[in-house]
Every structure is written in structure tokens, then in C-alpha cells.
């Protein structure tokens, strides 16, 4: 897209272009290879000789870059590519690009889950304003808003590292008639070799793995947005109880910060549901879909791509935060003061009001540090 290296890091980008996705292809191949034995040197798996548009634009005759791949191969040995279909190897390589860019995006929620647990530990005493309905509620924590913080990146990070695409093999309708006997002996080799879960049969249309996969990419994406939104919401000059990195210039205001981090954050959120509304797609045709399975491959990327930036611009940005801890307290009304002795009559300071706040946050922690 335009403009793509202000949301997703290069080392994302990197981990799922097209160039990841040729050397995650000749993965798959060689396994499949040393699967069945077969007396090919690693030398035919290289990309060396390979351009990957050039692969592209001969994909277009087959509807995708593995038969063109394949020919190639072929020219270096016959021995390749036997028993497998192209969605085999576009299905395996996608499992591998999205556990190596996963890994970065994991990378990037533990930097999000360190920040908010050193803003809960230091603020668990600091008093701010609880809003409901964006309006001022009773007295809380803001250690608290970051232990919730906190528990959301956790809980997002765990069903990411969860999600996990098996391998694929079923060759031309599923059933590996072309290994004969061999067949599940091969697939739990070809599983193996890639470190990757064996699936109990082929997911050629039964393509709930994926789907899944979209769903926590956007469950993350979406929880680091609410984040980014909570502190774009902080920053705002008529309330200004954080402070931002001073890196959101005006082309025409030099005296504004702009809230870029979580602007960024937002942003990508946005294309991370667009993807994954794709990968949800589960209306595959029969034992091929035509056209749902096509269109996951960018959506794929996408998802992967965005949720990384969505998690790296919130991780600068929380680690760099500055919070005003007495614009919190100036900021607490009357009112909400007022309203806050329904609930401790003999309260007389806002930290009277705050009843478990603290062991929430203590709770919270506990849960993190488990």
C-alpha cells in the first residue's frame, strides 16, 4: 500500500513479502522431498535463478505461483513436488511466514505487556478520574487503567500464541492417492521436518486454522487500538494527564504534539479487520474453493503486517509516555467527588474512595508475572 514503511517495521514487511513467501514455498518443497527420501540435493531449493515477479506473472496462467515454481524446479531435478498440489505448498508456506512473523508480533505485545506493568506498579497509587460514557465517574487508579491494560495485552498474547496453522498435505483430491501406501507415513515425516502439528486430515476447504489465526490477529490488533484510543483520549490538551512523544509535528502547528503513536496503532487496526474479515471467510467449494482460497494470501500478509505495526508503534509509545500525575488529581470534579460518598460516606480524600483498586492491580501483575 501506499506509503506501507509508516505503519508495519521493516523487519515485519521483510518477514512476510514476496520473498518470504518464495523461501517458505522451497521449505515446503524440500520437506516434502526429504519426506519421501528422495535423492535430491538441497542445492535445487535455493532461490538462487528464481525471481519471485517473474513467478508471479507466470502464476497468473495457473492461478498461483506454485505450478511455475514447480517447473522450474523441475529443471534443476525431477524428483520434486511428488504427490503434493500448489495448495499444498502455498498452505505450508503460508503456516511458516505466519509463525515467523507471529513471533515478531509476540516479541512486540511482550515490550506493550512490560510497559503497561511498570505503569501499573508505578501509578498504583496515583489518583485520576474514572470516565464511563466518556464522562467523569469516581475516583480510580490510573496504575489501575494500566493494570487493565495489562491483563488485555496478556490475554491477546496467549491466543495469539496459540493460534498455530498446521502443515498441509492431501495432494490432487485430498486423499494422497499418489503416495499409494506411503501416505500418512510421508505426511508425518513432511510435518516433522517443518516443525509443524500434523493435521488429522487435509483442511484444503476446511479452512478453520486460518480463520482463527485472523480472528486473535484481530482480537490484538483491535486491544492495542483500544489502548492507543484510552491515551489519544488522555492527551488531549483540555484534559493532558499524559503527555506523548514529542514526534507528532504539524506541517503547519509547530506548537502541537500530535498523538502519531496511537494514530498508527488506530490506523493499522483498521486494515488488520479488513484482513481478517477475508481469512473468516469459511465458504470454500467442495475438496478446491475458487477464488476464497486465492484471496487469502495478501490477506494473510496483511493481517500479519499490520497487527506488528498496530503492536510497534503502541510499544514506542508506552515506553516513552510521561504521565501528569498532578493534572490527574486537578482534573477530578466536584462532582465526581460528590457522587463518590454514596459509596464511602466517611471518606474524605479522593484515596478513600479507591476501595480494591490496589489489589486489582496486585492481581493483575501476579497474572502477568505467572
Known amino acids: 500500500m501506499p506509503f506501507d514503511a509508516l505503519f508495519v517495521p521493516d523487519e515485519l514487511r521483510a518477514a512476510v513479502d514476496d520473498d518470504a513467501w518464495l523461501r517458505a514455498m522451497l521449505t515446503a518443497e524440500r520437506a516434502l522431498a526429504r519426506a519421501q527420501s528422495q535423492p535430491v540435493g538441497d542445492d535445487v531449493f535455493t532461490v ?3 525471481d ?14 506454485v505450478e511455475p515454481l514447480v517447473r522450474k524446479l523441475r529443471e534443476r531435478s525431477e524428483q520434486v513436488h511428488h504427490g503434493a498440489t500448489s495448495q499444498d505448498i502455498l498452505d505450508t508456506a503460508a503456516a511458516l511466514v505466519a509463525r515467523d512473523a507471529t513471533t515478531i508480533i509476540l516479541g512486540e505485545l511482550d515490550g506493550i505487556a512490560a510497559a503497561c506493568a511498570k505503569l501499573a506498579d508505578e501509578h498504583r497509587a496515583t489518583v485520576t478520574a474514572s470516565r464511563t460514557l466518556l464522562q467523569q465517574a469516581v475516583p480510580t487508579t490510573f496504575g489501575l487503567k494500566a493494570a487493565s491494560w495489562l491483563v488485555g495485552v496478556v490475554h491477546a498474547r496467549e491466543r495469539l500464541a496459540a493460534a498455530r496453522l498446521p502443515a498441509q498435505l492431501g495432494g490432487a483430491g485430498g486423499t494422497l492417492a499418489a503416495l499409494g501406501d506411503t501416505g500418512i507415513e510421508v505426511l508425518s515425516s513432511y510435518a516433522k521436518e517443518l516443525d509443524l502439528s500434523e493435521p488429522v486430515v487435509p483442511w484444503h476447504t476446511r479452512r478453520l486454522p486460518l480463520a482463527e489465526l485472523g480472528a486473535t490477529l484481530a482480537v490484538a490488533a483491535g486491544f492495542c487500538a483500544k489502548i492507543a484510543l484510552d491515551l489519544e483520549l488522555l492527551a488531549q490538551t483540555e484534559v493532558g ?4 512523544p514529542a514526534d507528532g ?4 502547528m509547530p506548537h502541537k504534539r500530535n498523538p502519531v503513536g496511537p494514530v ?4 493499522c487496526a483498521e486494515h488488520v479487520r479488513a484482513a481478517a474479515g477475508v481469512l473468516l471467510h469459511l465458504e470454500h467449494e467442495h475438496e478446491r474453493a475458487a477464488g476464497a482460497w486465492h484471496a487469502e494470501w495478501k490477506a494473510l500478509s496483511d493481517a500479519l503486517a ?3 505495526g498496530a503492536a510497534a508503534s503502541l510499544r514506542e509509545t508506552l515506553e516513552r509516555l510521561e504521565v501528569d500525575v498532578d493534572r490527574m488529581r486537578s482534573n477530578l470534579r466536584a462532582e465526581a467527588l460528590s457522587e463518590a460518598e454514596r459509596f464511602a460516606p466517611e471518606a474524605r480524600e479522593p484515596e478513600d474512595y479507591l476501595g480494591s483498586a490496589e489489589v486489582f492491580v496486585d492481581r493483575a501483575l501476579a497474572f502477568y508475572r505467572r
Open 48 to 50: 538462487d535463478g528464481l
Open 52 to 65: 519471485v515477479g517473474e513467478l508471479a506473472r507466470e502464476g497468473r496462467r495457473a492461478g498461483n505461483p
Open 241 to 244: 494527564e499524559v503527555r506523548l
Open 249 to 252: 509535528r504539524s506541517s503547519t
Open 264 to 267: 498508527l496503532t488506530r490506523a
Open 306 to 308: 499490520y497487527t506488528g
